[in-house]
T-cell receptor, first 115, second 115 residues
Framework: DAGVIQSPRHEVTEMGQEVTLRCKPISGHDYLFWYRQTMMRGLELLIYFNNNVPIDDSGMPEDRFSAKMPNASFSTLKIQPSEPRDSAVYFC?????????????FGQGTRLTVV | AQSVSQHNHHVILSEAASLELGCNYSYGGTVNLFWYVQYPGQHLQLLLKYFSGDPLVKGIKGFEAEFIKSKFSFNLRKPSVQWSDTAEYFCAVNGKGGATNKLIFGTGTLLAVQP
């Protein structure tokens, strides 16, 4: 398996622009997590899905952030409009929740810079 | 509230020194515990995990961790560190069973091993 695939790896955008981050989970994994990593705040859970349904989005910082999972093999995290403080590495991770026990497998991350 | 505390934010050791990184958690119910490692510029990778059974868990690269339920702790240890262990280490917890599988991370401990 190719693992969790995120795109793009790097994104530089201007303040106010829309940014879309993409994630392809490992086949068969029914949990998908979006995390944001910064020096100041560490690794923050933004939102997670189970069987394509958002379970907890309490970590999404503002209404500018939205996430979707239209099917089992694709998820997006969108920021509109983007701001410089959104600059961070965004990780997607997926896991298999059978029996409630699941380790998460991480993608390579998307390094977002908003200027 | 669900949380993970890592008390050491930055640790500097010489090669061959012993390592212990602290991790305490707050999470209602029965838990699974994890240690992840993030090498410079890379994504998070699983180091070891505890689901049930023997509370002393052995992972890759000579790492081990001990689950002490009464102390809500899951400290990471290695008897002799190497320069290649320089990385950031994250403790994480999620719950067993049910529809939710929220994986919560600590803020991380940055380990620098000096040759």
């Amino acid at each position: 398996d190719a693992g969790v695939i995120q795109s793009p790896r790097h994104e530089v955008t201007e303040m106010g622009q829309e940014v879309t981050l993409r994630c392809k989970p490992i086949s068969g994994h029914d949990y998908l997590f979006w995390y944001r990593q910064t020096m100041m705040r560490g690794l923050e859970l933004l939102i997670y899905f189970n069987n394509n349904v958002p379970i907890d989005d309490s970590g999404m910082p503002e209404d500018r952030f939205s996430a979707k999972m239209p099917n089992a093999s694709f998820s997006t995290l969108k920021i509109q409009p983007s701001e410089p403080r959104d600059s961070a590495v965004y990780f997607c991770a997926t896991g298999k929740g059978t029996g409630g026990s699941s380790e998460a497998f991480f993608g390579q991350g998307t390094r977002l810079t908003v200027v | 509230a669900q949380s993970v505390s890592q008390h050491n934010h930055h640790v500097i050791l010489s090669e061959a020194a012993s390592l212990e990184l602290g991790c305490n958690y707050s999470y209602g119910g029965t838990v699974n515990l994890f240690w992840y490692v993030q090498y410079p510029g890379q994504h998070l990778q699983l180091l070891l995990k505890y689901f049930s059974g023997d509370p002393l868990v052995k992972g890759i690269k000579g790492f081990e961790a001990e689950f002490i339920k009464s102390k809500f702790s899951f400290n990471l240890r290695k008897p002799s560190v190497q320069w290649s262990d320089t990385a950031e280490y994250f403790c994480a917890v999620n719950g067993k069973g049910g529809a939710t599988n929220k994986l919560i991370f600590g803020t991380g401990t940055l380990l620098a091993v000096q040759p």
